[in-house]
Structures are given as C-alpha cells and as structure tokens.
C-alpha cells in the first residue's frame, strides 16, 4: 500500500515537471484584490491584464508561446495575500502583477523573492518596500516621498523664490511637507512659513492673515481637500491673489463644491493622471477597446498601472529571449530598458522603484474642471 | 500693528459665533447644574435643517435675500428649540431626581443618538450651502479688509446675546430664571413654575445653538455631521473661561477665546493655537476657579 503512494506520488511529480517542462504557454500570476474594500480596484486590474495578455496572444504571443495569466485574490489583505503568494510560487508562474495596498504588498514579497519569481506591483507606494535589497522586486507606481520631490521641481520650474509651505500634522501630509521643504531649501529657495493648521476646524483666517504677512511667492498645501477648499474660499474672501499648490489629496471634485469656483480657480495640484488623461495614442486606443469591452474606463491610474507591470514583464521576456526571472530582473535593473508603457516610458532604478515622474500637474480652471497642464 | 488689528477681527467673528454656542451651555448648567453634552449636535442640527429649508423652499428667492434669511433663521430657530424641548423631555426630565452622573450620561447618549441620526439621515459626506447667497463684499477700514459677511454674523451674534440679557435680567420670565438658577427649591416656594422654566432654557438655548450652526453653515458653506464636536468642545471652554452658569461670562468666555486662538495662532504658532487657548483657561481657572465672571463655584463636572 505504502508503496503504491510514493510510486503514485513519484508519478504525479514526474508528470508535473514534464508538464511545466513542455507547457506551450508561460505563465505570469495576478494578484489582485477582487474581493474586499478594494475589490473595484482589484476587478480593473484584472480586466486591464487580461485585455493585454489577450491583445498579445492575438499578435502571436511570447517567444513563439501564449501567455496564461494566472490570477490569485489577495482580498486586500495581508493573510490572505501570503497564501495566494505560495499558490502562485507553486503554480510555475515566471512573474507576478501585483498587488494594491501596501502592506498586502510586504507580506508576499519574501515569498516570491525566496521562489526567485518577478515581482511588479502597481499601488503600493510605501517607500520602505524597495529599501529592503530584494532583487526581484519592481513597482510601477511612485513612491510616497515622489511626490515632494515633483512638487519642488515643479515649483522651482514656475520661478517661485519664496514658498510658504502648510501641512496638517497627519503623517501623510506632514510627511510631504518635509520632503518638500527640505528639497526646496536645498535648491536654495526661501522657506518664509513652515506650519500646521488643526483639521476639522472652519476657520483659517488667522493662519490666512500670518501667511499674508510672510509674503510668500505661493502657499505649498499638502492636506486634504475639505480644508483647502475652505482656505480658498476664506482667501477669495481676503481679496489675497497668492496662487496655492497642493498634494494629490486634494484632488477631489468637492473641493470645487466646498471652495466655489471663482475662488478655486487657479488652484495647481499634483497627481498621478486620471486614465483619460494620459496622453499616449497606445493608451487611448486601449482604454477605448477597454470601455468597449467593460462599459467604462478603468476607476483610476492604479488598476492602469498592473497593465504596465504586464508589459514589463512580457517586454522584458520578448527582449532577452528568456523567462529566467535572474536574467530579467538583470535586465530591468539595468537601466538601459526602454519599455513603452500605459502610463508613459517604463524604466527602473537599482532599487526596482520606477524612473520618471509619473506625477503631474492640474489646475483647476473657471469652470471648476480639472485640467491637466502640459509638462 | 495692523496685522494686529486683522488678527483681532478674525477672532472676535470666531469667539461671536462660540459665545453663541456657549451661551447654550451656560444657560442649562445654571438652571440644572448639568452639562448638556448633545448641545454641539444641536448645533450641527440647525446647519443642516439651514441647509435644507434653504435649498427645499427657496425662501431667499422668494422673498428677497434679506428678509428669506431671516425667515429661515427664525424657522431654523424654532426647529431647533423644539428638538431641544423634547430631548429635555426624553432624556433628562425622566432623570431630574437621580444622581447628577446618570443625566451627564444620559447628555452624552443623546449627543451620540444626534449625531448618528444626521448623519444617518443626511450621509457622511461633506454637505455645501449653495454659494452667493450672501454677498461676498470686503469693506476697507482704516487698511483692514475685513468681509462684510464676518461683520454681519458678528453683529447677529451681538444683538441675540444682547436681547437674551436684555430677556433675563427685564422680563417676569427671565427673572424667574434667574431665581430658579439660584435655588430651585425657593423658588418653587415663590409660586414659579420651575419645570415651566427648564423648558424654556431648553427652548432658548438649543435655539441659540440652531442659528449659531446655520450662521456657521452660511458663513462657511461646509457642514459635516461632526462639526459639533470642534464647536461644542470650544464653546463649552468659553463657557467656563467666563464662569459657567453666567450669562455675559459666556459672551465674554466666547469672544476672548477667539481672540486668544487668533493670537497664539499669529504670534506663537499655528499648530499650537489650541494648546495656548487651553493653557489660558487653566491658568484663569488656577487665578479665578470660577471663571471671569463666575460667582460660584462649579462644584461637579
């Protein structure tokens, strides 16, 4: 009887590596929450990988093989992701898309580093997730001190001398406002006010009337939107003309409601473009077989941004001829890859965080709309 | 110096709008000894109701900017002060013989049941009063631009407190509110009606508290289902700064809070404005324990 398992046992594992080793299709995992709080977001990432691997296998597949796409649902929870990490590794996928959140994120990255398996994520933002030296870790998305860093370029650019910055002690809005502020004095740019205001609270004037005193060339603000739509307002009310910039936690159409529209034009924010905006003749003609397909375009940037961790990966497999993650993730690290994504020019730095700015800038004009400016 | 004078302005519009607030507190703790704890969601309950009314009837439209604001105002006060009337008579005149903590936790049962019913009604999104119902005009005095709304909601703030003194310390009424305040047991003695009286503090103040939110809600344009809490957390410390269970405490508690908050934040520090305006009122309470204005002393709560 025993032996009859393991000869039967033995079979079946001979059977499976023949298998894997005559497969006419290479298979790349999604992990992706399709169920729980994120599952809109998980469902558009599935849909976007889905449309490119098909796209793809129409025009012939990789090295002379169709694509498989291998989905695992990581519920938008880090359990949960660990074990759709350890189906996918036993699965003989060559790469894995994914995920959203951050910390959904950490929990599988061990899991697919120790099976040698290419990592892409597309939202998880968390700068310490490239910091910890894994090598086959790559994101599509910008990391959270980004956005500073775009926020004091695009300052300098407009030829602000002297910026007044105003954040609202959460750590994400406190933490942009370091970055930027630190980046900017570097550069040699007058930081006149450095303050907090109390979220919640309806009125700004006396920060408004300190902020007018120190006579800055433009308020850098890095809360949120409910806030800032009162400062404009307040600051209309004023009669004080300073244009205001903002972090892309404003990037809210309530802010218009909350602010009125005469006292939110004029207003510059950052963020990562909504889908429709993206500018590439690729990206539009994808989002209009999307819309066809799915009845509306994809919710936002970050489902957009597992579609390019699909062409990543597929580029770097039709580039070096190989599937063997070592030498792809060689080749992305590399800096020399040129990859035409979603989202722009894909490129990754040592660490695997992507290259370029992803970020961009809106100004909200009279009509209240958003509009993205050009670079 | 004449940032001084604009930072002096901004608080005193946001002290008016405390004082209003406050006055609430005050007037029921003088009458009960009892915090009302459910007056800031009264508050936001007058913002709402603003909001509604204004955008269901169109009264502005109808009857011109001015008068429909007034008609709103009156409308929003009575709502108010009839929500307030009967959550005396649900949740603390059933209380009125039990200990003083079992009517303070009643308060804060009432205030949470408020709130999750705007909220409930209304949903947690951010709500907007539509915009140019008030003209938003800057008048210049003396290299001050100040909005004409700040002075209009300032002035409302001054006339209602002025008429309430004028009510308490001229009227039969008011004065039996006083003598209640004073001693409830003599004054039943004397022929009033304190549970007569006690509805009428529950009918003015939540009524103050009403237009104070639909002045806010106008003002501002933004409401949300917790606003009380911000509101009613700083009036009920102008309350006690000017001695609670006083009423021009509560107008003097109000309008120097404001000013202190616009001070610290324009010579100390914006983050830390609160914690200044805190550290003002321990310090009275240290040098006066009952307040400004208080004269006697707050012995529980």
Same mark, same amino acid.
């Given at each position: 009887m025993k032996r009859t398992v393991v000869w039967g046992l033995t079979w079946v594992m001979v059977?499976?590596?023949?298998?894997?080793?005559?497969?006419?299709?290479?298979?790349?995992?999604?992990?992706?929450?399709?169920?729980?709080?994120?599952?809109?977001?998980?469902?558009?990432?599935?849909?976007?990988?889905?449309?490119?691997?098909?796209?793809?296998? /129409?025009?012939?597949? %990789?090295?002379? =093989?169709? $694509?498989?796409? !291998?989905?695992?649902?990581? #519920?938008?929870?880090?359990?949960? +992701?660990?074990? /759709?990490?350890?189906? %996918?590794?036993? =699965?003989? $996928?060559?790469? !894995?898309?994914?995920?959203? #959140?951050?910390?959904?994120?950490? +929990?599988?990255?061990?899991?697919?580093?120790?099976?040698?398996?290419?990592?892409?994520?597309?939202?998880?933002?968390?700068?310490?997730?490239?910091?910890?030296g894994l090598k086959y870790f790559f994101r599509t998305c910008p990391r959270d001190d980004e956005q500073g860093r775009v926020a004091a370029q695009t300052i300098q650019k407009m030829g602000f001398k002297k910026v007044a910055i105003l954040h609202d002690n959460t750590s994400y809005a406190k933490g942009l406002a370091d970055e930027g502020n630190a980046l900017l004095k570097k550069d040699g740019v007058q930081i006149v006010f450095f303050d907090a205001l109390t979220p919640g609270e309806r009125d700004f004037t006396a920060i408004l009337t300190k902020?007018?005193?120190?006579?800055?060339?433009?308020?850098?603000?890095?809360?949120?939107?409910?806030?800032?739509?009162?400062?404009?307002?307040?600051?209309?009310?004023?009669?004080?003309?300073?244009?205001?910039?903002?972090?892309?936690?404003?990037?809210?159409?309530?802010?218009?409601?909350?602010?009125?529209?005469?006292?939110?034009?004029?207003?510059?924010?950052?963020?990562?473009?909504?889908?429709?905006?993206?500018?590439?003749?690729?990206?539009?003609?994808?989002?209009?077989?999307?819309?066809?397909?799915?009845?509306?375009?994809?919710?936002?940037?970050w489902a957009v941004l597992a579609g390019d961790g699909f062409l990543t990966v597929t580029e770097a497999i039709k580039t070096t001829k190989t599937t063997d993650p070592t030498k792809l993730a060689a080749f992305l690290h590399g800096g020399k890859q040129k990859i035409s994504g979603l989202t722009g020019e894909i490129g990754f730095n040592a660490k695997g965080d992507r290259v370029g700015e992803v970020y961009r800038v809106y100004r909200v004009d009279a009509g209240g709309n958003f509009v993205l400016q050009a670079k | 110096m004449e940032e001084f004078f604009q930072q002096l302005t901004n608080g005193l519009a946001v002290g008016g709008i405390y004082a209003l607030i406050a006055l609430g507190y005050t007037m029921v703790y003088g009458v009960l000894k009892l915090i009302n704890f459910a007056h800031g969601d009264l508050f936001t309950l007058g913002a709402y109701l603003g909001l509604s009314l204004l955008t269901s009837l169109g009264l502005s439209g109808r009857l011109g900017p001015l008068a429909g604001l007034l008609l709103l105002a009156l409308l929003v006060m009575g709502f108010v002060a009839l929500t307030g009337a009967l959550l005396e008579r649900a949740a603390y005149r059933p209380l009125r013989q039990s200990p003083r903590l079992s009517a303070v936790v009643?308060?804060?049962?009432?205030?949470?049941?408020?709130?999750?019913?705007?909220?409930?009604?209304?949903?947690?999104?951010?709500?907007?009063?539509?915009?140019?119902?008030?003209?938003?005009?800057?008048?210049?005095?003396?290299?001050?631009?100040?909005?004409?709304?700040?002075?209009l909601v300032f002035?409302?703030?001054?006339?209602?407190?002025?008429?309430?003194?004028?009510?308490?310390?001229?009227t039969r009424l008011g004065t039996a509110i006083r003598a209640a305040a004073i001693d409830q047991a003599a004054a039943r003695l004397m022929g009033i009606n304190v549970d007569q009286v006690i509805l009428i503090v529950f009918l003015i103040g939540p009524g103050l508290g009403g237009v104070a939110g639909l002045l806010v809600g106008l003002y501002y344009g933004q409401v949300n289902f917790t606003m009380g809490w911000v509101y009613g957390l700083k009036a009920f410390t102008a309350a006690i700064l000017g001695g609670i269970g006083n009423i021009p405490g509560a107008m003097v508690g109000g309008l120097i809070l404001g000013v202190i908050e616009a001070m610290g934040a324009a010579y100390i520090s914006v983050a830390w404005k609160d914690a200044i305006a805190f550290m003002v009122l321990i310090v009275i309470l240290i040098v006066r324990p009952t307040g400004i204005l208080g004269e006697r002393v707050a012995d529980k709560i």
């Open positions: 059977l499976a590596g023949a298998g894997l080793g005559l497969a006419d299709s290479i298979k790349i995992g999604l992990m992706a929450p399709v169920t729980g709080s994120w599952a809109s977001e998980g469902e558009d990432m599935k849909h976007i990988v889905n449309l490119l691997a098909a796209e793809l296998n /129409a025009k012939g597949g %990789l090295l002379g =093989q169709q $694509v498989e796409v !291998v989905l695992e649902d990581d #519920g938008g929870d880090p359990r949960t +992701a660990s074990l /759709a990490a350890q189906r %996918l590794a036993t =699965q003989g $996928v060559k790469a !894995v898309i994914g995920t959203y #959140g951050s910390s959904v994120t950490e +929990a599988s990255q061990s899991i697919y580093d120790e099976s040698s398996i290419l990592q892409v994520a597309n939202g998880s933002t968390a700068i310490r997730l490239t910091e910890k902020l007018k005193a120190a006579k800055p060339d433009v308020v850098f603000f890095t809360g949120y939107f409910p806030e800032l739509g009162l400062i404009l307002r307040q600051k209309k009310e004023m009669n004080w003309p300073v244009p205001f910039i903002g972090g892309d936690a404003t990037n809210n159409p309530d802010l218009v409601k909350i602010a009125g529209k005469d006292a939110a034009a004029g207003y510059y924010f950052l963020s990562p473009p909504v889908p429709q905006d993206l500018p590439y003749e690729k990206t539009k003609a994808f989002l209009k077989s999307y819309t066809a397909k799915h009845g509306a375009a994809p919710g936002s940037i | 009643s308060a804060l049962g009432a205030s949470i049941f408020l709130q999750n019913t705007i909220m409930l009604l209304y949903g947690a999104r951010i709500h907007v009063y539509p915009q140019d119902i008030l003209p938003k005009v800057a008048i210049d005095i003396g290299g001050l631009s100040i909005p004409l709304v700040r002075i002035v409302v703030s001054l006339l209602l407190m002025g008429a309430l003194y004028l009510f308490i310390q001229r």
